[in-house]
């Protein structure tokens, strides 16, 4: 949990990682095991608890943000989604599922960084997209 922790500001109930794989620079692979017992599917109903699409984003940019944190930050960096390029939902994420997210850098800029994000629930593409986020809050990447 410290690499998650100390990766993303982000804590209960809005930290959508589980697990860390792979942590590299320019490379992550996250994982989250989508419990029937979550928040999120309080409201359902009868359908189908399966997770929104705007919480897989969330979790997405989580991981995107994990790999942007400097090696020698006391306090991380904020990013902020500066937007979404392109997103195709695949398939719906089914509680019970082990949802296993990647992302990888494909451009940086001194404040922002493109990234290409993959989501697959089990071994099924559940989305795959490019996002763009900005920084806010280190001095040693900031403009005079």
Known sequence: MARIYGGTPH???????DAVETLSPGFGRTFKQVSGNEMMFERFGDAPPALPSCLLVDALGQVAIMLLREPDEVTPSVWYLGGIETMTFHTPIPAGSVLRMEANILKRWRTTVRVEVKAWADAV????????????????????
């Open 11 to 17: 804590r209960f109930p809005m930290l959508l990682v």
């Open 125 to 144: 593409p559940a989305a795959i997209g490019v996002m763009v986020l900005s920084q806010r809050g280190s001095k040693s990447h900031e403009s005079p």
